[in-house]
Structure formats: C-alpha cells, structure tokens
C-alpha cells in the first residue's frame, strides 16, 4: 500500500515571503498522479495543483509550484510571494494510475500559518 | 450549480446511538467517498463506491457502513461499533477530470 508523509506538521512564513512545504511518499508503482489540496479553516478542499509522475517538468500554478523528484519520491510545494490568504492545511495526495478505486492517500497535513 | 452537499453541518449524538451522515451529489458523478478526519491530521479512507449498489472498504472501515442505492446519494453510518467516532467527516465524488469535496460534517459524540 502507498503511504504519503509530511513531515512538518506546522510551518510560519512572513508574508510576501516564500515558504516550502514537503511531501515524500512510498510506492513501488511507476506511474501515478500526486495533488496538493489546500483546506482552509471553513475545511472545503481546494485542489492547488496536480502533477502527473511520467511528466518530467514540474507543475506551476501562479505562485505555487512543485518540485517532484520521482527517483527521490519526494513532491514539494513551493509558495511565493505568500499571502495572508494562503493560511490553512496543506494536504498531499497520491493516486495509482492502477487502483480501480481510483481513491486518494493523504499525508497527515501542514498546517501553514502567515505572519503578517 | 452541480456540487456535493453534506448534511448537517454540525452532529451531536450520544455515545451508543448510531448516526447517519448525509452526501448528495448532482455532478453525475459515478465514484464517492467518504473520508475521516481527525484534528490537525490527514484525510483518511472509510469507504468507498464506484457505481450503484457497489462499495468497497477504506483502511478504516471498522464500525461505520453506507449504502448506494441511488447515483447521487452516499450515506454513512458510524454505529456504536465504531470507539472513537468524534470527527470531521468528508465525502466526495470523481468523474475524469478530478474531484469534488462537500464541505464536511462535524461529528460530536457526547
């Protein structure tokens, strides 16, 4: 079975500032879709951005962008020029391109906090 | 507007009493999901359903169960089976293209 972990379960950024969040995940599958979703307070799931494992090329949205090392496993989430608005919980995701269920394994969350 | 409504919002239930949590989709969705939450914690599998009359477990499909008798609807039960049922639960549905969440229903058992 996949696992997904976040090693930091809170972080502070300055806003204005740029903030990294990690993500590493276990798997012995060679293609498979990673998500970061953002959870504000009101917990609605906002999907921030998607990468697909046999894409080489990092996934950019606006300010958020990734860097994915598939050899490493690892799937960060950079966010640049941060904004009072990007506090909430930051949830990593996977999915195998192979699971019928096409269900998401979720790491434990960061929780991001922005200092104004 | 399509969308994934949760219902209540908030849940109080004494312990020993089952409960039934709502999820209604009008997305024509063909996959659900129900996922657990647990404070400053991660989402976590219960279960899950890709047509009608079919589901199959999550990882942590103890003392809870669904059904889905219609496209659009995902009931969940979380019986008195289940020892530790106070959570913010999630459901959701996927059709290619991606996923769409409900906004969630907090459940207190006092």
């Known amino acids: 079975a996949q696992t997904v972990t976040q090693s930091q379960p809170e972080m502070s950024v300055q806003e204005a500032e740029t903030v990294t969040l990690s993500c590493t995940y276990d798997?012995?599958?060679?293609?498979?879709?990673l998500f970061w979703y953002k959870q504000p307070p009101s917990r609605q799931m906002i999907l921030v951005i998607r990468?697909?494992?046999?894409?080489?090329q990092n996934a950019t949205e606006n300010r958020f962008s990734v860097n994915f090392q598939k050899a490493a496993k690892s799937f960060s989430l950079k966010i640049s020029d941060s904004q009072l608005g990007d506090a909430a919980m930051f949830l990593c995701a996977y999915r195998s391109v192979n699971n019928a269920g096409n269900m998401l394994t979720f790491g434990g969350g960061t929780r991001l906090m922005v200092k104004p | 507007d399509g969308g994934i409504t949760q219902s209540p919002k908030y849940l109080f239930r004494k312990e020993g009493q089952n409960v039934t949590l709502s999820c209604e989709q009008n997305?024509?969705?063909?996959?659900m999901y129900w996922y657990r939450q647990d404070p400053g914690q991660g989402l976590r599998l219960i279960y899950y359903s890709q047509i009608v009359n079919d589901f199959q477990k999550g990882d942590i499909a103890e003392g809870y169960s669904v059904s889905r008798e219609k496209k659009e609807s995902f009931p969940l039960t979380v019986t008195s089976a289940q020892k530790n049922p106070t959570a913010f639960y999630l459901c959701?549905?996927?059709?290619?293209?991606?996923?769409?969440f409900g906004s969630g229903t907090r459940l207190t058992v006092v």
């Open positions: 990468q697909e494992a046999y894409k080489q």
């Open positions: 798997t012995s599958e060679s293609d498979y879709y």
């Open positions: 959701a549905s996927r059709r290619q293209g991606g996923y769409t």
């Open positions: 997305l024509n969705h063909d996959a």
